[in-house]
């Protein structure tokens, strides 16, 4: 296997989460992250940093707490089987989780305390690791004769998966070169179990949970090594075929799943519908994308496509979330999305975000960058508390009054860790790299996909190019570039992308103060030009308040709208209602339009910036029968001012109860429901 440190250092590969080869199938290539610096004072940079200055470190202490490093420490020593393992089996993929994190949050420097946890966990992972390359601390410490014999629950794979992607980011970053040795190590063991094809005499089987097909592609990009495609590869090939292993032992789950949850019951290129664990078929889907862009495979590709038309036609919440069963973690029927049982789990809004911008680099279709924008603002942004150490595992659409919260998974408030805790390092290895999922080149030139405010520097046609970016976004629809050094004589295109929930007819666009007719190209707004220092583009477009209407076959939210400005979903909290109007008991006037305002609640001050108002009206909650015929449900005689506030931005305060969706008032009709949509 080629070294990872030679290939590194020859400049083959950039520094991201995601970095297609020179050869693979793709539209649109990713910026390096250093190419990308944001700007503190501005949301993406503010939370950037809250992300370096509490939920890394808070993980860190968690990890650590939870015994999940000491699971690993003490295979290291040999203390096999003294005691039980701590957490749940897959705990490792905690600790390298929080290790991807690091590495990524490298490019800005560490504190001394999360460099001494990098090299503290390198060395104990280092130590814990078999002769033979394989490193799994529940198996080696608790039931080493099982290797491998429980790919349906053992989250081996899973857990191999994020040691190689934790090893990836440390080598592009060169924060941890310690990991890329056990990384190998580990590669060369998986490529000695798992058969590359028919009849090599190695293992034919798949694991429980997706996972460790894109983190073998995107070892195999950092590599070179092509065994490593071949095998991501044929994990998604056997897949969902006849008569492939998914062995269980019972020891660690005896539930009865159907092969559905683990997709495991369709081949991938046949199945056309997005079904079971959400978090697994998002992962898988990642995967397919990775495997098929690198092998030049556009039918797989197509395949993952005809998935993606299934999830988001049909099967996604208004926030952008995923997973509509609480049993099996699991995505619903189509059009199943009540919002109280919405499980919406983090993890797979996560998820949804990679496989997204995958599908965007192969295709360059707007639509994905839309659709991680609105997962990112949305059910990501939420999932965090202002603070960042406190996390929402679960998503819910609305939180009923009398919700006893028993549910850990579930809660009522956004909880400092969990048993099951994939949440919290999921959000911290994302944030500290998250611009590099913010613009895109090719070679015409460069895309700009979510705005954001900062600093770019980075290679266009012809030469380079430094330029400030600042904008206001979520709150608002203006965004600035100011070009301060180009080098480059030749003309290329800067675009920017136009989101679906702006409107054409109030968009403007400036260049060095002058009006400029727009070109579109798709979706984007495109200035082709000799760009030179002092260059000043603004493009500004509208945020109109959207009142939306669910298709008529989402039962569960029928007769209501949801409330939307830019890319941000509303809510109404219980904290801004009059006393004794419970968030059930209110109904909103379709007739009257509602707006923003920059007055939020004062204890929402700092975090939201721009609030919604609306009128409606309250029902008297504990009068009138179960069921009735006609005329039980009273309303109360005064109107009610309604006050919402970002979905991202609930549960912040004691009283937490809150819905997106709120049904219109009784007797307004479809027809006399007024306002943008």
Not at 529 to 536: E, I, K, T, V
Not at 588 to 600: C, G, K, L
Request: net charge negative; charged share 20%; aromatic share 8%.
């Amino acid at each position: 296997m080629p070294s990872t440190a030679a290939k590194a250092s020859a400049g083959a590969v950039g520094v991201g989460p995601v970095w297609p080869t020179p050869t693979a199938v793709g539209s649109l290539h990713p910026l390096d992250m250093r190419e990308v610096v944001l700007t503190e004072g501005h949301e993406l940079g503010d939370w950037q940093r809250r992300n370096r200055a509490e939920t890394l470190p808070h993980c860190i202490e968690r990890v650590v707490a939870s015994g999940a490093l000491r699971n690993l420490e003490r295979v290291a020593q040999g203390r096999v089987g003294e005691v039980a393992h701590e957490g749940l089996h897959f705990s490792d993929s905690d600790v390298y989780k929080t290790l991807e994190a690091a590495a990524w949050e490298s490019v800005r420097g560490l504190s001394t305390q999360v460099r001494d946890f990098v090299d503290e966990a390198s060395s104990v992972i280092a130590r814990a690791q078999g002769p033979d390359g394989y490193l799994n601390s529940w198996f080696q410490g608790q039931h080493p004769e099982l290797a491998w014999a429980d790919l349906r629950w053992g989250h081996e794979l899973y857990c191999a998966g994020h040691l190689l992607q934790a090893a990836t980011a440390a080598q592009r970053t060169g924060s941890g070169p310690g990991l890329a040795v056990v990384a190998e190590r580990l590669a060369r063991h998986l490529l000695a179990t798992f058969s590359l094809e028919d009849g090599d005499g190695h293992l034919v089987a798949v694991g429980g949970h997706p996972e460790v097909e894109t983190a073998l592609v995107e070892f195999y990009r950092l590599t070179g090594d092509v065994r490593l495609l071949e095998l991501a590869k044929r994990q998604v090939d056997l897949r969902g075929r006849a008569g492939v292993a998914l062995p269980g032992t019972g020891l660690l789950g005896d539930r009865r799943f159907p092969l559905s949850y683990f997709l495991h019951h369709v081949p991938v290129r046949e199945r056309g519908h997005a079904t079971g664990h959400a978090v697994r078929e998002l992962y898988l889907q990642a995967g397919v994308v990775d495997v098929a862009v690198e092998t030049g495979d556009t039918e797989l590709l197509a395949a993952s496509e005809a998935i993606w038309e299934d999830l988001f036609s049909t099967k996604t919440y208004v926030t952008g979330a995923h997973g509509s069963r609480h049993r099996d973690e699991s995505i619903g029927d189509a059009y199943e999305l009540p919002s109280d049982r919405a499980y919406a789990e983090t993890c797979a809004a996560i998820a949804s975000f990679q496989w997204n911008w995958r599908l965007l680099l192969a295709t360059g279709r707007a639509r994905y960058a839309e659709e991680m924008e609105r997962v990112f603002w949305n059910t990501v942004a939420g999932a965090v508390s202002r603070h960042g150490t406190e996390f929402f595992y679960s998503n819910t659409l609305h939180l009923r009054t009398d919700d006893d919260g028993a549910d850990e998974y579930s809660p009522r408030h956004r909880q400092p860790w969990y048993l099951c805790a994939c949440c919290p390092p999921n959000l911290a290895r994302l944030m500290a790299s998250v611009q590099a999922h913010l613009l895109t080149k090719d070679a015409r030139g460069l895309q700009v996909q979510m705005p954001f405010s900062g600093a770019v520097c980075t290679e266009v046609p012809g030469g380079d190019i430094h330029f400030a970016v600042r904008t206001g976004h979520p709150w608002e629809g203006t965004t600035d570039i100011e070009v301060t050094r180009c080098s480059s004589s030749e003309r290329w295109d800067l675009s920017l992308r136009f989101p679906e929930w702006a409107r054409k007819d109030f968009m403007r666009v400036t260049l060095n103060g002058s009006p400029l007719e727009a070109s579109w190209d798709g979706s984007y707004i495109k200035v082709g030009r000799r760009w030179a220092a002092g260059d000043h583009l603004q493009v500004s477009c509208s945020m109109p308040v959207r009142v939306l209407k669910p298709h008529w076959r989402v039962d569960a939210v029928r007769d209501c709208v949801a409330v939307q400005r830019g890319p941000l979903v509303y809510c109404v909290e219980a904290g801004d209602l009059d006393e004794g109007v419970a968030v059930e008991d209110v109904a909103m006037d379709a007739n009257r339009t509602p707006e923003p305002s920059t007055v939020v609640p004062a204890d929402l001050e700092g975090y939201v910036k721009v609030a919604i108002v609306a009128s409606g009206r309250a029902a008297v909650g504990s009068v009138g029968p179960l069921y009735y015929e006609d005329g039980a449900t009273q309303w109360r005689a005064e109107p009610l001012a309604l006050t919402l506030v970002p979905y991202f931005a609930r549960g912040n305060r004691p009283r937490d109860a809150m819905r997106v969706w709120v049904p219109v008032q009784p007797g307004q009709s479809e027809a006399q429901q007024t306002g943008p949509t």
